[in-house]
């Protein structure tokens, strides 16, 4: 079993904002696999089959920095293997629309990812990072919860169709085959 995670902040507030991509990606994954969520206290989750494969997309309503505490319960009550979970967050260490797949490693200060390698006690598992872009005049912060502009709409949403593409590359092919495909692919019109 395979469990996709989509890092993002619940609310309208937050809905669309550059944090939420990963909620983005997890909502268009659903919608393509004709998933329907359900709703609990911490977390949205559904179910589809991807070339045989069992998912479980899951989108954690406990605020970014609290992320991992709907990972650890659902990977506890389905006992998931650490190395088949996906972790889709945003990045802004990367342009706007570049992917990048990783296998581990340390937060690189996002807080969601944080909270999850906390509450599992482990690093091991894969995330499909996003570039958010950075403007180095607005904090960090104030930043991430903007929404994108009308030049990166676009970008972002070809790379969301690559993202996609991506997590099935992983769960399909492995993790190997799907970093030499998608690594630093940045997506700039639908032919490819």
């Known amino acids: 079993m395979w469990l996709v995670v989509?890092?993002?902040?619940?609310?309208?507030?937050?809905?669309?904002?550059?944090?939420?991509?990963?909620?983005?990606?997890?909502?268009?994954?659903?919608?393509?696999?004709?998933?329907?969520?359900?709703?609990?206290?911490?977390?949205?989750?559904?179910?589809?089959?991807?070339?045989?494969?069992?998912?479980?997309?899951?989108?954690?309503?406990?605020?970014?920095?609290?992320?991992?505490?709907?990972?650890?319960?659902?990977?506890?009550?389905?006992?998931?293997?650490?190395?088949?979970?996906?972790?889709?967050q945003d990045d802004i260490d990367l342009d706007v629309g570049v992917i990048k797949i990783k296998k581990q490693g340390s937060s690189g200060g996002h807080r969601g990812i944080e909270s999850i390698i906390n509450e599992l006690s482990s690093n091991q598992f894969i995330r499909l990072k996003i570039g958010i872009g950075r403007d180095v005049s607005i904090p960090v912060d104030e930043y991430v919860l903007s929404r994108f502009n009308k030049e990166e709409i676009e970008i972002i949403d070809n790379s969301l169709i690559d993202a996609e593409l991506a997590i099935k590359e992983i769960i399909i092919n492995g993790v190997d085959k799907a970093m030499n495909r998608f690594n630093r692919k940045r997506v700039v019109d639908k032919d490819r």
Do not use: W
Request: aromatic share 8%; hydrophobic share 35%; charged share 20%.
């Open 6 to 88: 989509g890092l993002g902040n619940p609310g309208i507030k937050y809905a669309q904002t550059r944090h939420n991509i990963g909620f983005i990606l997890v909502d268009r994954l659903a919608q393509s696999e004709s998933v329907a969520f359900q709703h609990r206290d911490r977390y949205q989750i559904g179910g589809c089959k991807i070339d045989g494969n069992d998912i479980l997309l899951l989108k954690p309503l406990t605020y970014m920095n609290r992320s991992g505490v709907a990972v650890k319960e659902i990977v506890s009550k389905y006992s998931i293997d650490k190395s088949n979970i996906i972790v889709c």
